[in-house]
């Protein structure tokens, strides 16, 4: 969608997509402009920050990941923790 473009968070040594659903959700906020927004992904909350591009635990958010939006052809681990190689 969108020429291409995706989400994509940190893993040891490499990029993760995030699901095609919270992509979606992710992309949407993008555009309209949204500081922030809200995910639940896998009974977690988090926050996303799209001034800093970071991924946060809602109730710890030590636990952080840095995103990117980048087109699909980079090289990445898999999806959502589904490796793809
Ligand atoms: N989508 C899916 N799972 C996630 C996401 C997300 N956006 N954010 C966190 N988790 P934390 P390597 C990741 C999972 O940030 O080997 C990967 O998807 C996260 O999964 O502390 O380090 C892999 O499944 C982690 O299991 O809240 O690259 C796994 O790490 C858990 O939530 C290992 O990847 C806690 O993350």
Do not use: C
């Amino acid at each position: 969608f969108d020429g291409g473009y995706q989400w994509f968070y940190e893993g040891r040594n490499g990029w993760w997509q995030y699901d095609e659903r919270t992509s979606k959700e992710l992309e949407n906020s993008y555009k309209n402009g949204d500081k922030s927004v809200e995910l639940l992904i896998a009974g977690f909350l988090y926050i996303v920050d799209f001034e800093n591009m970071l991924q946060l635990r809602r109730n710890d958010p030590s636990r952080r990941r840095q995103i990117k939006r980048d087109v699909s052809t980079i090289s990445k681990k898999g999806v959502a923790g589904i490796r793809s190689h």
